[in-house]
């Protein structure tokens, strides 16, 4: 099979549009989590019956040959497909939306890779974790909404927290177009904060680049995503996935004066009383600099402030106006 196409913006070729390595600036997250929103809610219907699409879809169709295209590239090393003949190619994480047991290739279930299984339901119990003995049940319309869809959200925070540090993603079913498509759909409709109305744009952003997916044709899937996801629970979770722990080298490429925070207690005492989340990694050393955050907080300009060393993300950029945090690589946690 080959391996999976990568991932290119459709607009134009600009640095801030691509991954960009670690310890680049704010300016340049914030130019390409802008650039990814324009392109989901703007996304136009994808012509199909066209000879050269229509022999992508082939591909993407028909396992077991050479030019079979097993995953494809949805966003900066997010992928999508199936779960039978996948080959591992470093993913960081697998999201499995089928049988992971029954389907899952071997290379996938390496050590070194997380694996999300969704919920297998059986007589209303998740019996996914001793799937090997329910090799007949699968991942259904139900999997999404079990326990509150708790297990979803938790698969999606997950994507986001390995993303947000650099690492690949599988999301994965039988034929990597219907239950797996749906999955990439939740977090991308949670990541930019898509309205119902430009669902149909969402779908046919991802279709651009998986031309098989099929979750619009199943009625279930389908309303799930538009009436049943509950959105705000999955972006709640997602904004608190900040990476547990960030690569070195970052504090001294990615230092701004606005958030190069003093002593811990002095930057407390200048946020207690307003009502904003805290987040700290630790011991904060450098200049103090509570005054200017509090004024910031005050007037609604920021809502959150982060301590600590941050990998690149798009999501600081809700929490801060202009820079990372100078501080120590400790683990992240919330105040």
Known sequence: SKPCPSWS???????????HPAGCTM???????????????????VNLGTPVVQAAMMAQLLDGNPDSVTCNEIIPNLHLGRAVDSVNRDYSLVVCASNGARELHASLRAPCTELVQLPIIVNGQDVSGNAQEHLNADVGPESFTYDGQRPLVLA??????????GGRVLVCCTHGKDR??????AYLRAKFNVPIERIPNLFNF????????????????????????DMS????????????????????????K?????????????????????????????????AEISGQLQEGLAKRIVFGNLDRSDLVLPMLL???CDGADETFGEM
Not at 39 to 45: D, R, S, T
Not at 262 to 279: C, H, P
């Open 322 to 324: 202009s820079g990372a």
């Open 258 to 290: 606005l958030i190069a925070v003093g002593a811990m207690e002095g930057v407390l005492g200048g946020v207690r009383g307003q009502q904003t989340d805290v987040f700290y990694a630790g011991e904060v050393g450098g200049a103090a600099a509570t």
């Open 180 to 185: 797996s498509a749906l999955v990439v759909l």
């Open 206 to 229: 991802v279709q651009a680049r998986r031309y098989i997916i099929s979750t619009h044709d199943i009625p279930e899937y389908w309303k799930f995503l538009i009436e049943d996801f």
């Open 9 to 19: 913006p459709r607009v134009r070729a600009s640095p801030a549009r691509v991954r």
């Open 156 to 165: 999606l925070s997950r994507i986001e927290a390995v993303l947000l540090q």
């Open 233 to 256: 629970s999955a972006r709640q979770a997602m904004q608190l996935e900040v990476p547990a722990r960030v690569p070195g080298g970052l504090l001294q490429q990615q230092r701004h």
């Open 27 to 45: 300016a340049v997250v914030a130019m390409q989590v802008s650039d990814w929103e324009a392109e989901v809610l703007n996304a136009p219907i």
